[in-house]
T-cell receptor, first 112, second 110 residues
Framework: EAQVTQNPRYLITVTGKKLTVTCSQNMNHEYMSWYRQDPGLGLRQIYYSMNVEVTDKGDVPEGYKVSRKEKRNFPLILESPSPNQTSLYFC???????????FGSGTRLTVV | ELKVEQNPLFLSMQEGKNYTIYCNYSTTSDRLYWYRQDPGKSLESLFVLLSNGAVKQEGRLMASLDTKARLSTLHITAAVHDLSATYFCAVETSGSRLTFGEGTQLTVNP
């Protein structure tokens, strides 16, 4: 089944403890991106990637890192999470932007 | 900075009625997307609009794009309860830079 898989689905962690949220797609998509969704603020793009080894900042990149070493994977790294990074995170991918993006199921992160 | 504004943000309508959701954006765009999100779920792609005058229809939903006015509309015809969800427009600019509107929470009442 064609899909974007995020792990974990739920995560509670403590301030300052490094974590990685994984994102993998099995559709050979070129484009991948990360978003956070917060009540009243909608979805905001964190980082995006147009190909392997090509990444760029979205609207809210502070406090996050990404890497794109292989086409199928696009992990989101929080080196030192803080409570203001508590949010619902979505990964998305697209073969070609004219076809729209496929979103993962989301990762609900709580930082205490 | 690109701004994307949707209105209304909340919409309660009766089954069988028609209504339009508006999406205004502040700068030139490569393409515009509409997505649907059910409570507690992920986003589902509805439409991709690529050029001025583009119109796409799927079932009771029809989306259009006017790039000169920087306006997209999502028209709902003869609403049914199953259409209750939050609808987002998203505007793409250079590269793969995507900016979402705040979302329109639609409730269709029997």
């Amino acid at each position: 089944e064609a899909q974007v898989t995020q792990n974990p689905r739920y995560l509670i962690t403590v301030t300052g403890k490094k974590l990685t949220v994984t994102c993998s797609q099995n559709m050979n998509h070129e484009y991948m991106s990360w978003y956070r969704q917060d009540p009243g603020l909608g979805l905001r793009q964190i980082y995006y990637s147009m190909n392997v080894e090509v990444t760029d900042k979205g609207d809210v990149p502070e406090g996050y890192k990404v890497s794109r070493k292989e086409k199928r994977n696009f992990p989101l790294i929080l080196e030192s999470p803080s409570p203001n990074q508590t949010s619902l995170y979505f990964c998305a991918s697209s073969f070609y932007r004219d076809y729209g993006y496929t979103f993962g199921s989301g990762t609900r992160l709580t930082v205490v | 900075e690109l701004k994307v504004e949707q209105n209304p943000l909340f919409l309660s309508m009766q089954e069988g009625k028609n209504y339009t959701i508006y999406c205004n954006y502040s700068t030139t765009s490569d393409r515009l997307y509409w997505y649907r999100q059910d409570p507690g779920k992920s986003l589902e792609s509805l439409f991709v609009l690529l050029s001025n005058g583009a119109v796409k229809q799927e079932g009771r939903l029809m989306a259009s794009l006017d790039t000169k006015a920087r306006l997209s509309t999502l028209h709902i015809t003869a609403a049914v309860h199953d259409l209750s969800a939050t609808y987002f427009c998203a505007v793409e600019t250079s590269g793969s830079r995507l900016t979402f509107g705040e979302g329109t929470q639609l409730t269709v009442n029997p």
